[in-house]
């Protein structure tokens, strides 16, 4: 879970049970009841994954109930535990990815999540087979078309209230708003009801990290056991359900999902990041000069953080007479005065924050004020998978591919697909990072569609990134 969710929650004398000690199985136990998961998940024919806040723990989220668990700490006086990485560059964890993985094997058919992290759709689940029970702290919502946005920053609210920012459908507009619940709210319909169906179409639900005290959502698993179905619980607490699952494993969510894979024979796959960055170029005539500006900002609008970038080198390769210079400062611009007639190449290092695999990526933008770009929209759906196979092909980040220009008599602007980070995992249970030294530095390139075996195409249906006329209400 999100600690910026924790902090805005309203305040609840009664949170439950929090603290609880922690039991670990021993080896030859857990190994076993590894070999059982793995048979129950192997013979299931619609297998349901319930998940909480313990799968995200790995990937420097902590939980809430536990040991050192936000409302646990709380309790004690002693405010909300610091997380390791902020929260919008948090990594999906090992299991975030297993989980990929099985839905593509055709094994997994839904996922049941209270988490509000956004790890999940991050990670490349598809959203029409995620059903967020409590929200999702990086997604906005319109309340009259029901188009969902899914950010790179954290949403300013919680409760269901409305955010800076307007539907950008030209026949909506309606002000957005954010989708994750505080205590008194109700559990979404849509996302309540295929969570429902679900869980009673399911032979299996299986519990992940979860402590399965907050209702109604705790009691969703125990529909499949109405139908003949069983429950599996992996969690280092015991739970109140406990004595009505098949199996109970106390022990590490990623070490079990491991073993898992392991006796199944499926790989864990890397975890690919793509962020997004809007370019745009405007110029106004003076005399025998041009004046211009440069600014690279979110694609959500100018006042949207870019938080995987910390800092701009602008430079002129060509151009000696031409001073380069270094933005280190949100939005990013930068105004010069250059002669019309004289056309040159602009060269933009994009310097990555930490959370990043790689240092920078460089965009090169040539420039020439006597003429007009072609504009174009190429298919995000299937550049950024490219782009993300080849990422993974290379074992290495930085790449990057343009998927939109748009040219004007006096502006010129270009959309960026950018692969900030490449995460392996081995059957270890350890997560292997790209040192930040081996980034490369990809120029800007408009090249054809890659065919890279052994990479899976992910674009989500149901979630909707758009990339033009993104509103805000200034």
């Known amino acids: 879970m999100s600690l910026g969710y924790a902090e805005k929650l309203s305040y609840r004398e009664d949170v439950g049970t929090v603290g609880m000690p922690e039991i670990f199985d021993t080896p030859e136990l857990i190994q076993n009841k ?20 313990g799968i995200s723990t790995s990937s420097g989220i902590p939980d809430f109930r536990g040991p050192k668990g936000v409302w646990t700490l709380q309790r004690a006086g002693k405010g909300v535990p610091n997380a390791s990485l902020p929260f919008h560059r948090a990594v999906p964890s090992l299991t975030h990815m297993a989980l990929v993985e099985l839905e593509r094997a055709g094994i ?15 990670s490349g689940f598809p959203r029409e087979k995620l059903s967020e029970l409590h929200g999702n702290s990086f997604k906005e919502i319109c309340p009259c078309c029901k188009t969902e946005y899914l950010r790179d920053f954290e949403i300013e609210t919680i409760g269901l209230k409305d955010t800076p920012r307007r539907c950008s459908d030209k026949n909506c507009g309606a002000r957005l708003k954010d989708t994750v619940l505080d205590w008194e709210d109700a559990l979404p319909p849509e996302e309540m009801n295929s969570a429902m169906e679900h869980c009673r179409s399911a032979d299996l639900v299986l519990c992940l990290g979860t402590s399965l005290q907050i209702t109604p959502a705790c009691n969703m698993p125990l529909m499949s056991i109405k139908n003949g179905g069983r429950v599996a619980i992996v969690n280092l607490q015991a739970t109140p359900k406990d004595k009505k699952a098949s199996l109970v494993i106390h022990g590490l969510v990623d070490k079990v999902i491991t073993g898992v894979m392991t006796k199944l024979n499926l790989r864990i796959p890397p975890y690919v990041r793509t962020d997004l960055v809007r370019i745009t170029l405007r110029h106004s005539l003076k005399k025998k000069c041009v004046r211009w500006t440069l600014r690279v900002t979110s694609i959500h ?4 953080p870019l938080p995987f970038i910390q800092s701009i080198e602008v430079s002129f390769p060509e151009r000696p007479d031409m001073k380069p210079v270094e933005l280190k400062e949100q939005p990013f611009s930068l105004q010069r005065e250059t002669s019309m007639n004289r056309s040159f190449f602009m060269l933009l290092k994009l310097n990555f924050t ?8 460089s965009i090169g933008w040539p420039v020439d004020f006597q003429k007009q770009k072609d504009s174009f929209v190429r298919d995000k759906t299937l550049v950024i998978p490219e782009l993300q196979c080849a990422a993974e092909h290379e074992s290495c980040a930085g790449q990057q591919e343009i998927l939109e220009r748009e040219s004007l008599p006096r502006a010129e602007t270009a959309i960026h697909a950018i692969v900030t980070n490449v995460v392996r995992y081995d059957m270890g249970n350890n997560k ?14 408009n090249s054809g569609k890659r065919n890279i075996s052994g990479c899976y195409p992910s674009a989500p249906k149901k979630l909707k990134y758009f990339l033009k006329d993104e509103k805000l209400n200034c």
């Open 34 to 53: 590894i070999e059982e998961l793995a048979d129950m998940v192997q013979k299931s024919k619609h297998l349901v994954v319930f998940t909480g806040a």
């Open 108 to 122: 997994l058919k839904f996922i049941i999540s209270q988490n509000v992290d956004s790890l999940h759709l991050r």
């Open 301 to 304: 609008g100018l006042r949207a």
């Open 354 to 361: 930490d959370g990043c695999s790689c240092l920078s990526s």
């Open 432 to 445: 292997i990072s790209l040192p930040r030294d081996k980034g490369v530095n990809c120029s800007s390139s």
